[in-house]
């Protein structure tokens, strides 16, 4: 039985532009559509999650899903949003990026899947390869006048000076390449509904004009819908950190730092994001939204929508290890359980946090609270400084107080290698014993 995908998509406030007909159509039978994923890298980051969703979505309502990975207009590169053209990559890296995505892709839908409305995975470079170039300016380029093209927003803005050197020729042609997608799509897998962000709309539409004048003395639909470009309530844009891009593969981006993007995410954008990043159902949103009002502190919204989402884009055991992870800094048993953590973990929870080496040989006769403070790390400005924090009983030596004739030895050692300082709730360093 098919669902009503518009009205699902509408509440979650992930519906910008969409054609008339589309939500027509999605009810009256089931319906194939796709979203195309360039492969300017060798994985997607959190920005691509929403496309992701989106036939996620699509799949759950009972149609069928095409996710494209453009190899040909890869080898282009999408002038949309864009003030200046990409670099063009080589083959070779084009195909190492292409399979790392369709390894991504793989993770969210079936592409083994038996089913009627079975998820199918494609390459656009697959058909545009056996193009020439007079064919495809014949068979292609006659079907849409330049004006067509000059009206779309993402040529306009080009040539209205947003960038430094203009639009070549080859940007130019992105929007046709989709769009004999579209209609290639069409043709053999009866697509009629391409999705992506807002800013893909005259890419997209420019692919159902093609669909219909290439299909002459048909009655052919083509539809289009797409998403709003996600923002952060601060404006500052979104799938970014101080460290780049939140990427969904764990050696780009670790789950723990994963996970923590969005344990830390405003509450406003929090409200936003449980909408659009989860499946949770309507009801179990609003109450989660009015529970977190009435106790903000207790950020709930934060944390289911950290569960979701790294639970979704990795597990279930990963979510546990990096919300473990996380508590670990307000554990009773905190030695103990740091002690848990595998080397690559300790170093993020801590990532940032000032760090000296000593040698074994140095360490071998223990280190005074003095020295290890000030004297021999500089972590504060003065002996006189670390002496007044100690006897103001201010300093932790692993979460543990200790006073001024403490000595550190191998026994203060994390996994026989670090020790963890404290000054008092805000100041932490770290003490590697090479």
Known sequence: MLKNLVEELRWRGMVHDIMPGTEE????????????????SDSLHIGSLVPIILLVHLEKAGHKPIALVGGATGMIGDPSGKSNERNLLDEKTLNHNVEGIKNVLSRFLDFNSKAENAPILVNNYDWMKQFSFIDFARDVGK???VNYMMSKDSVKKRLQGEGTVGMSFTEFTYQLIQGYDFYHLYKHHNCVLQMGGSDQWGNITTGTELVRRMNVGE???AFAMTCPLITKADGSKFGKSEGGNIWLDADKTSVYKFYQFWMNTSDEDAEKYIKIFTFLDQLTIDNLINAHKIAPHQRLL???????VTTFVHSKSDFENAERASSILFSKNFKADIATLNEATFL?????????EISGAEFSEGLDMIAALSAKTNFLSSNGEARRALKENAIMVNKEKVAEDYILTNADLINQKYIILNKGKKHTYIIKVQ
Request: no cysteine; aromatic share 10%.
């Open 348 to 356: 993020e929870v801590f990532e940032g946090v000032p760090l000296f």
């Open 25 to 40: 159509q999605l009810l009256s039978e089931m319906t194939t559509a796709y979203v195309g994923f360039d492969p300017t």
């Open 143 to 145: 079907r849409i006048t």
């Open 302 to 308: 934060q944390k289911t929508l950290a569960e979701e």
């Open 219 to 221: 009655e052919a639909k």
